[in-house]
């Protein structure tokens, strides 16, 4: 499968998000109306599983930002301080 840039960067930024909404779900209201699904490994497409891996090698290849407000800004050692 070919991937496309835009495509890995906005995977990357969902990705981001993500991680940075799971992060904030442990601090907020334990009463929430729409959580997000976590998926098992194994119950992924191989497309999904492609997507995945080609959003962790681009987070993985952005510098650290140095910075934890803006979730498409930021790199895989961010996520690693956090």
Same mark, same amino acid.
């Given at each position: 499968m070919v991937v496309?840039? +835009? +495509?890995?960067t906005t995977t990357v930024a969902i990705t981001t998000a993500l991680i940075a909404s799971t992060l904030l779900v442990a601090?907020?209201?334990a009463a929430c109306t729409n959580p997000i699904v976590r998926s098992e490994w194994s119950q992924l497409t191989a497309d999904q599983k492609s997507l995945y891996v080609a959003a962790t090698q681009a987070l993985a290849a952005r510098p650290a930002s140095g910075q934890y407000v803006d979730p498409t800004q930021m790199g895989w050692d961010d996520f690693v301080q956090t």
């Open positions: 496309r840039a +835009t +495509t890995v601090v907020s209201d």
